[in-house]
C-alpha cells in the first residue's frame, strides 16, 4: 500500500470519527430534550393527580362546589365592576373624583326612586359609562351626564322593561325626556337632579314609568352562601349531637363491661380465698392421707400461679372460676371424709346417714 493509499484510509478513519461522534452528540441532545420534556410534565401529572383525589372525596367535592359558588357570588357581587358600577350596586347617585357634589344631598332628592344618575367628568363617553353599569342597575333608568360647557351632556339607558317594539318606543321616549330642563342648573347639581326628579314622577303618572321602589337585595349566590353556611352550623350541630350519644353509650358499654369484668375478678379472688381456708382446716385436721388430697394440694398450687397471672379483662378468669369450684368441692367432699374418719365421729358413710 503506498502512502497516498494510507492517508486516503486514514483520512475516510476521521471522518468516520467525526459522523460517530456528531451521532452521539445528537443522541445526548435528544435525550437531554426528553429529560426537560419529563421535568415539565411531571408538574402537571401531580396536578392532575392532586385534583383527582380532591375530585375523588366527598370532601373535595364539597369543597370545589364551595370555591365555585364563592366565585359565582364574587362575579354577581361586582368583583370585576368598574367605580361606578360598585358604587350604584346600593346608591342613586354616583359622583366621580373632581366632580363637585353634595352625595348626601342628592341621595335625599332621589330618594327610592328607580332612578340611578352618574356625574362624571367632561368628556367622558357616557355611552360607555352607561353601558358599564348595566347588571348593577337592572330595573331602574339611568341617566349619565357631565358638563359641557353651559350645557349638561346627558346619556339615558332605561332597563325597565324588555326588547319587544312597544317597550323599546317607550324606552327611548324615557331616555329622552329624563334629562331634559337640567341645562338651566349646570352650576348647582343639585337643582339639576330636582329636575330630573320632577321628569321621573311626570313619566310615572304618564305610565312610560312603571311606578314603585327601588329595591336593592344581595345576589343569588350570596343567599346560597349564607344558606349553606346555616345548613353547615345546623348540620355540624346535628352531628355533634348524635356523635355525642352515641360516644356516650359506647362509653357507658365500655364501663359495663369493665365493672362485670372486675365483679368477676373479685368474685373470682373470693372463691379462690374460700378455697385456700378449706386446704388450711383439712390440713389442721390432719388432712386425710392418700393420693386425693396431695392432687388437690397440687392443683391449688397450679391454680394460684394461673390466677395470679390473669387479670380483669381476661376471657380466662370464667374458666379459673369453674376450676376453683371444682376444688372446693372436692375440699368438701375430702373434709366430710375426714369427719367421718375421725376417731369418736357418729358420722358414717353413706349419703344421708349418721
Same mark, same amino acid.
Given at each position: ?161 324588555? !326588547? ?48 314603585? @321602589? ?41 364501663? @359495663? ?56 379483662? !381476661? ?23 375426714? @369427719?367421718? @374418719? ?13
Amino acid at each position: 500500500m503506498t502512502g497516498t493509499e494510507r492517508r486516503r484510509v486514514g483520512t475516510a478513519r476521521g471522518r468516520a470519527g467525526t459522523a460517530r461522534r456528531q451521532v452521539g452528540t445528537a443522541r445526548r441532545r435528544a435525550g437531554t430534550e426528553r429529560g426537560r420534556a419529563g421535568t415539565a410534565r411531571r408538574p402537571v401529572g401531580a396536578v392532575r393527580r392532586l385534583l383527582g383525589r380532591l375530585v375523588g372525596t366527598a370532601f373535595g367535592r364539597a369543597v370545589l362546589a364551595c370555591l365555585v359558588l364563592a366565585g359565582w357570588a364574587l362575579w354577581t357581587g361586582g368583583l370585576f365592576d368598574g367605580p361606578a358600577a360598585r358604587q350604584v350596586r346600593a346608591s342613586s347617585v354616583y359622583a366621580a373624583s373632581g366632580v363637585e357634589l353634595d352625595r348626601a344631598a342628592a341621595e335625599r332628592v332621589i330618594g327610592n326612586r328607580r332612578l340611578v344618575v352618574l356625574m362624571m367628568r367632561p368628556g367622558t363617553d357616557l355611552a360607555g359609562t352607561c353601558d358599564d353599569t348595566e347588571r348593577a342597575t337592572r330595573g331602574t333608568l339611568v341617566l349619565a351626564m357631565s358638563r359641557d360647557g353651559d350645557d349638561w351632556d346627558t346619556y339615558g339607558c332605561s332597563r325597565l322593561g324588555g !326588547d319587544s317594539p312597544r317597550d323599546v318606543g317607550r324606552s327611548v321616549v324615557v331616555e329622552t325626556v329624563i334629562g331634559q330642563g337640567a341645562d338651566a342648573f349646570v352650576d348647582r347639581p343639585v337643582e339639576a337632579l330636582k329636575v330630573i326628579v320632577l321628569n321621573y314622577d311626570r313619566l310615572v303618572r304618564t305610565g312610560l314609568v312603571p311606578d314603585g @321602589a327601588r329595591t336593592i337585595s344581595p345576589s343569588l349566590p350570596r343567599y346560597l352562601l349564607a344558606g349553606g353556611a346555616l345548613g353547615g352550623v345546623v348540620a355540624g350541630a346535628a352531628v355533634l349531637w348524635f356523635g355525642g350519644r352515641r360516644a356516650g353509650r359506647l362509653a357507658d358499654a365500655r364501663r @359495663a363491661g369493665r365493672d362485670a369484668r372486675a365483679d368477676e375478678r373479685a368474685a373470682l379472688g373470693a372463691a379462690t380465698a374460700v378455697l385456700a381456708q378449706q386446704i388450711i382446716d383439712l390440713d389442721r385436721a390432719g388432712g386425710p392421707g392418700g393420693s386425693a388430697y396431695r392432687r388437690l394440694a397440687g392443683d391449688y398450687v397450679g391454680l394460684l400461679d394461673e390466677v395470679s397471672g390473669s387479670d380483669a379483662g !381476661d376471657p380466662a378468669v370464667g374458666r379459673l372460676r369453674e376450676r376453683v369450684d371444682e376444688l372446693s368441692r372436692r375440699a368438701a367432699e375430702l373434709a366430710d371424709e375426714a @369427719a367421718v @374418719a375421725a376417731p369418736g365421729s357418729t358420722r358414717t358413710r353413706g349419703r344421708g346417714r349418721r
